[in-house]
C-alpha cells in the first residue's frame, strides 16, 4: 500500500531554513498531486502547499514568500523548504498524497505520521 | 487567512448520535466540496469525509457528513470509545485550502 515518511531535522535555529523531505512508497510519484500540511503544538490544522510531479506548485499565501516546494521523481520524493524560520514555524509537519478524483482540489488521503520541528537557538 | 468555524467541542454518551457544524462563507464551502478529518490522539489525520459526504473505502456508515449554503455538517450515530478524537472540517476557498478551528469529541 501507500506509505508517506517524512524526514529532516527535528531543531532548527531562528533565521535559518526548515529542510524536510516525504518519501513515497508504493506509488509512483509522478502519477499524483502532493501536499504539505502543519500543526503548531495543541493548534489546528495549516496548509503549505503541493506539487505536482511536473514542478508544478500552488502555495498558502501566507507562507509563500519563504516556501519552496520542489519534487524529485528519481528518487520518488518531494521536499519542503522554509525559509528565515521562527518558533511560529514550530509544528508537527505532515506530508499526504491528494486523492485523485478533484486533484489537485481534492482531498488528502493519504498521510505521512508527521515529524517534529522545533525553532530554537 | 480564512478559516472555517466549528464548535470546540462536542460529547455523548456511547451509542448516541453527535453533530459537530461547520461554517464557512461562500467563497469555500458554498462553492467547494467540504472533507471531514479525523485526528486520533498523538496520530495523523485521517480521511473521513469527502466531497461533502463520501466515505473512504474502510470508513464505517456511523459517520455521514452533509453540506447546506455555507455550512456542512458531521454526524457520528452510534458513538463509540475509539471515536474519541479530534475533527477537522476543510475546504478550498479559491486556490487555498482551508481547515475548521477543530472539534475535540469526548465520550462520556
Known amino acids: 500500500q501507500v506509505q508517506l515518511q517524512e524526514s529532516g531535522p527535528g531543531l532548527v535555529k531562528p533565521s535559518e531554513t526548515l529542510s524536510l523531505t516525504c518519501t513515497v512508497s508504493?506509488?509512483?510519484?509522478?502519477?499524483?498531486?502532493w501536499t504539505w500540511i502543519r500543526q503548531p503544538p495543541g493548534k489546528g490544522l495549516e496548509w503549505i502547499g503541493y506539487i505536482y510531479y511536473t514542478g508544478s506548485t500552488n502555495y498558502n499565501p501566507s507562507l509563500k514568500s519563504r516556501l519552496t516546494i520542489s519534487v524529485d521523481t528519481s528518487n520518488n520524493h518531494f521536499s519542503l523548504k522554509l525559509s528565515s524560520v521562527t518558533a511560529a514555524d514550530t509544528a508537527v509537519y505532515y506530508c499526504a498524497r491528494v486523492q485523485p478524483v478533484a486533484a489537485p482540489r481534492g482531498a488528502f488521503d493519504i498521510w505521512g505520521q508527521g515529524t517534529v520541528v522545533t525553532v530554537s537557538s | 487567512q480564512p478559516a472555517l468555524t466549528q464548535p470546540p467541542s462536542a460529547s455523548g454518551t456511547p451509542g448516541q448520535r453527535v453533530t459537530i457544524s461547520c461554517s464557512g462563507s461562500?467563497?469555500?464551502?458554498?462553492?467547494?466540496?467540504v472533507y471531514w478529518y479525523q485526528q486520533l490522539p498523538g496520530t495523523a489525520p485521517k480521511l473521513l469525509i469527502y466531497r461533502n459526504n463520501q466515505r473512504p473505502s474502510g470508513v464505517p456508515d456511523r459517520f455521514s457528513g452533509s453540506k447546506s449554503g455555507t455550512s456542512a455538517s458531521l454526524a457520528i450515530s452510534g458513538l463509540r470509545s475509539e471515536d474519541e478524537a479530534d475533527y477537522y472540517c476543510?475546504?478550498?476557498?479559491?486556490?487555498?485550502?482551508?481547515f475548521g478551528t477543530g472539534t475535540k469529541v469526548t465520550v462520556l
Open positions: 508504493g506509488a509512483s510519484i509522478s502519477s499524483y498531486y
Open positions: 461562500s467563497s469555500n464551502i458554498g462553492s467547494n466540496y
Open positions: 476543510a475546504a478550498w476557498d479559491d486556490s487555498l485550502k482551508v
